[in-house]
């Protein structure tokens, strides 16, 4: 192809490049594929039309379409790596009285299904169900009380408890749209269902042990309802008390911040999802090491949700 009908077929995708190249809202991914055509065309100008206009014109171009694309990803991870180490936190920290509503509704709820379950003795399976609680008894006589856990092929339950949690807590967040009533409601009868699990093993004088099973995957798994309900009370607060803004400006500006911290939550999920699909299952691991798991998820979720937080706002008001 000579080098005429090289410029007519291409001209006007060049051009197009140049027009995306001072766009500062264009598309990185989109970027990345037209310099990828474009490197293409420098390297036939350059084969062909070595001294050419041509191939100077698409070296200069390639040139610009290479800091612009490299500069876009590296702000886009800038963006990502800050969302997580100051937005979140951020939020966090100027929602802690929906936090500790959400923790204290939670605990509450727990208590009354603890005493719920001790002076009703067929409040268990009311809660928890004739299925599950017959199955427990049966693996309880059998000498094995935690063998639900080892029911399942790891990678299927890993799989499907994730999701469960996704949908727990996105649940608690959502029901935030009922003026916060509706995350209550799911924060109560959560923690109402622990409470009548832990009984039913105190009951059977299983308590302690069940605790160090369970809250290996339960630590990160009970706290991200906690926080997941503190996102849809800051949620539904805005429509409860939008100030002085309109209230559904209020509700947007809420709902984002809930969203963020929902966000926040992944990890939590993820984490929660594999311990529970992969260690609960050896219910016979020493205490030592169950201890060590719960206390390192504790630390981590404490750490990340209400210390940090603490310490960057702390920071930001010293430097103010």
């Known amino acids: 192809m000579d080098e005429v009908a090289f410029l007519q077929q291409n001209a006007d995708k060049w051009e197009r490049f140049e027009h995306l190249l001072d766009d500062d809202t264009a598309d990185p991914d989109h970027l990345a594929d037209l310099y990828v055509e474009l490197t293409d065309d420098l390297a036939y100008a350059q084969t062909f039309y070595p001294d050419s206009d041509t191939a100077r014109y698409l070296n ?173 009370f800051v949620m539904g607060n805005g429509l409860l008390f939008p100030g002085s803004y309109p209230r559904l400006t209020a509700f947007r500006r809420s709902a984002k911040k809930g969203l963020k911290i929902v966000v926040g939550l992944v990890p939590v999920f993820a984490a929660a999802a594999f311990l529970e699909g992969f260690v609960t299952r050896y219910t016979q691991m020493p205490a030592a090491l169950s201890l060590s798991i719960i206390g390192m998820s504790l630390a981590a979720v404490v750490g990340y949700f209400v210390v940090y937080p603490a310490l960057l706002q702390h920071e930001s008001a010293s430097s103010a």
């Open 60 to 232: 200069d171009l390639a040139s610009r379409a290479h800091q612009a694309v490299y500069q876009t990803r590296s702000e886009t991870w800038r963006r990502l790596r800050t969302f997580w180490t100051e937005e979140i936190p951020a939020t966090l920290a100027a929602t802690r009285t929906a936090q500790g509503l959400s923790l204290a509704l939670f605990l509450l709820a727990v208590g009354v299904g603890t005493l719920s379950a001790a002076y009703d003795p067929g409040f268990v399976r009311l809660i928890l169900g004739d299925a599950y609680v017959n199955q427990t008894l049966a693996s309880i006589q059998a000498g094995d009380p935690m063998a639900v856990y080892k029911e399942m092929h790891q990678v299927p339950m890993f799989l499907g408890i994730a999701l469960n949690n996704i949908r727990v807590a996105f649940l608690a967040f959502a029901a935030g749209v009922l003026c916060s009533v509706g995350t209550a409601v799911v924060l109560v009868q959560n923690g109402i269902m622990i409470g009548a699990f832990h009984y039913l093993f105190y009951e059977y004088g299983l308590l302690g042990r069940s605790l160090l099973v369970v809250y290996i995957h339960g630590t990160l798994e009970i706290s991200a309802i906690v926080v997941a309900g503190a996102a849809g």
